[in-house]
């Protein structure tokens, strides 16, 4: 054999094995099915979900005259039904389906409008196969997406009698949701639920507070994501972020709260994506806008908040996790980190609280209980306010009554002070008489 046949005959096994993998994967590809079609509602976003047999194969584009939304599944076969949508729906007219050839199938997105969309896949989890979503959302102008907060000034200064005096924000995020069911317990308790309970009781309980007020990231049963959560906290202006979670081990014994706040690692990752976006995102961090300042200083800005944040975000945690230990057992004794997308904004003390395991069947009996959730959110909100009784933001009306019960602590000790030194005046002075008395006395 020549060494030109040999070559030949290496080329034509390769192709021979090439055609053999093509055929495997699209024979694999072959037998994908719709198994379902859901959608989910949340304030800004509608999320369609195909629930499919295999990860699929699609594509995807839209059409106007009239607005549609097209998607083209290869080798799928459609069972199952289409939800019925209502005519009131915000952003969809109706869903249909149909054959294309012999081998895709077309499923079609009527929708209320030209509106922005996006698809991405999912992964099986406990709950759900291969899922296909698209996450319809109204087009916004790009100029509208920068959120800006305003300015948190530093320096800590006395309210005057023109300042106007704020509440204290606490963002309340419940996790997961839509969807997300988060972790399952054996009695099919889904966390999604039970987080979005306490989260409410949460905001009951801050609202309580004089000079406090809760804010919830969502307020139901829908998905939101988890840049997003952050993103509605800065827009409320937060001046704290709870999330609020049940953990889930497959040791059904394992038991007890954690709180967690961001690890340095999570940190240090963060600021390399803020640094990279500083340019188009114009943020403000504690007060100071990124996007003019020399790369070195940006860092060294971004650093110092983040450590600050940080620091704080653990002080806070420490005290809620000492307040929910009253209530129930603790996982582990001290505030943990991990890198939580949900827990990075640079400049929001952000802690997340696994309430309890729901993997633990006691524990899960526990979380789905109505008094012990208003227990867990009373032991947090105490330890909320401890955290803020002592470390105030300014201008909010509890740095202002925290000034004013100094003020007072101040006069009332200037008054025991004087009534002292007066005392100890007419003491001394008595005592001088006695002196003299005993002067005289002895000069006798
Ligand atoms: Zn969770």
Not at 20 to 49: H, K, M, Q, Y
Not at 95 to 119: C, E, F, H, M, P
Not at 125 to 135: A, D
Not at 293 to 314: G, N
């Amino acid at each position: 054999m020549t060494a030109t046949m040999q070559k030949y005959k290496d080329f034509t096994n390769k192709l021979i094995l090439f055609c053999a993998l093509f055929f495997c994967s699209s024979a694999w590809a072959a037998n994908n099915e719709i198994n379902g079609v859901r959608f989910w509602d949340a304030p800004d976003t509608t999320r369609i979900i195909l629930d499919l047999k295999n990860r699929p194969n699609f594509e995807s584009f839209r059409l106007a005259n009239p607005n549609r939304i097209i998607l083209d599944l290869n080798q799928t076969e459609f069972k199952g039904d289409v939800p019925y949508v209502k005519r009131s729906h915000r952003h969809i007219k109706n869903i249909r389906q149909a054959r294309r050839n012999n081998k895709s199938r077309r499923v079609v997105i009527d929708t209320k409008g030209l509106l922005d969309y996006r698809t991405y896949t999912l992964l099986p989890n406990k709950s759900y196969g291969h899922r296909l979503v698209i996450e319809l959302s109204k087009k916004e102008k790009k100029a509208n997406q920068v959120v800006h907060p305003e300015p948190k000034t530093n320096k800590r200064q006395a309210p005057t009698a023109h300042a106007r005096l704020r509440d204290i924000i606490i963002a309340i995020d419940a996790g997961h949701g839509g969807e997300d069911p988060g972790a399952i317990g054996k009695f099919k308790t889904q966390e999604k639920r039970i987080a979005l309970s306490i989260a409410k009781k949460l905001k009951r309980e801050i609202d309580k507070q004089k000079g406090m007020r809760g804010v919830l990231i969502r307020k139901g049963d829908y998905y939101i994501s988890l840049r997003k959560r952050m993103e509605i906290a800065r827009a409320a202006r937060a001046d704290m972020f709870v999330s609020i979670h049940a953990d889930a081990f497959k040791n059904p014994r394992v038991k007890g709260s954690s709180v967690f706040v961001l690890s340095a690692k999570g940190a240090s990752d963060e600021s390399a994506k803020w640094l990279a976006n500083r340019e188009n995102a114009s943020d403000l961090v504690g007060g100071v806008s990124l996007d003019d300042k020399e790369p070195v200083l940006a860092r060294v800005l971004l650093d110092l908040s983040q450590t600050a944040t940080i620091d704080a975000s653990t002080r806070a945690a420490s005290n809620i996790l000492s307040e929910i230990g009253k209530v129930g057992p603790v996982h582990k004794n001290k505030v943990q980190s991990a890198k939580f997308v949900v827990l990075k904004s640079p400049d929001i003390p952000s802690i997340l609280v696994e309430t309890a395991f729901i993997s633990n069947p006691q524990e899960e009996r526990r979380l789905k209980n109505g008094r012990y959730q208003d227990k867990l959110a009373k032991a947090i909100t105490r330890g909320v306010k401890r955290y803020f009784k002592k470390s105030p933001p300014p201008n909010t009306r509890l740095a202002a009554s925290n000034q004013r019960s100094t003020d007072n602590v101040v006069e009332e000790l200037s008054k025991e002070l004087s009534n002292n030194v007066l005392k100890e005046e007419t003491k001394t002075a008595s005592n001088n008489n006695n002196k003299n008395n005993l002067t005289s006395f002895a000069d006798i």
